[in-house]
């Protein structure tokens, strides 16, 4: 930990009133709930200099206005707060709550994005491919229908694009999307399981037995 708290006096003390107590100085810093997805792990922890950040959460001084850019970790390990919605300080483990929502969001988005691009690759190749028609369903329900992937996957491999098969949802939530993907065949159900939830998973093996 003394390595660490060297690290942070380096990058807080300048940045705070406080300039002697490392703890008194931390106190003065609070986490902004502002994100940032930088696509790579390209930059430093502006904090505690560990490398390769990929996704940034900002923290701020109360009193000199100041910011830095560091990661999630650095917030729940040396206990700067969030704020709830009325300015006041959050307890660490509800910090730790928000910290991981707000990560888990970052993930999230990136990989919409990432699906995003890849239906816009497979629309290069392919111009009769309707993407927008496939965007706007997906943003409508936040997945697609097992018949849509078992398209997507197929043309997809018919171009050779390569995906994160991950990254595509599936949802099975009315009846006929059930029908849809019972009525798959085997090779179809292989290339589309890495969509599948779990209880996606044991519905599956539960009607296929």
């Known amino acids: 930990m003394d390595q660490w708290l060297e690290r942070i006096k380096k990058s807080l003390f300048p940045l705070s009133v406080e300039k002697a107590d490392i703890r008194r100085t931390l106190a003065e810093w609070f986490y902004t709930g502002e994100t940032n997805d930088l696509e790579y792990p390209d930059e430093d922890c502006e904090l505690c200099g560990h ?92 997945a697609f229908t097992p018949k849509q992937l078992a398209f997507l996957f197929w043309r997809l491999g018919h171009h050779k694009i390569p995906c994160q098969p991950a990254d595509f949802k599936m949802t099975i939530k009315r009846n006929r999307e059930k029908d849809q993907l019972l009525a798959l065949r085997d090779f179809q159900i292989a290339a589309i399981s890495p969509c599948l939830s779990s209880a996606q998973k044991k519905f599956l093996a539960e009607s296929q037995s």
């Not at 709550?97 to 994005?113: C, E, G, P, S």
Request: glycine share 4%.
């Open 51 to 142: 490398k390769e950040i990929r996704y940034q959460f900002t923290i701020q001084n109360r009193h000199t206005g100041s910011k830095l850019l560091i990661g999630s970790e650095c917030i729940t390990r040396f206990e700067i707060p969030a704020l709830d919605n009325e300015g006041e300080y959050l307890s660490a483990e509800e910090t730790k709550k928000v910290v991981a929502h707000d990560r888990q969001k970052l993930i999230t988005d990136a990989k919409k994005r990432r699906m995003i691009k890849t239906l816009v690759e497979l629309k290069k190749k392919q111009d009769d491919f309707d993407v927008d028609s496939f965007v706007s369903y997906f943003k409508e329900r936040g």
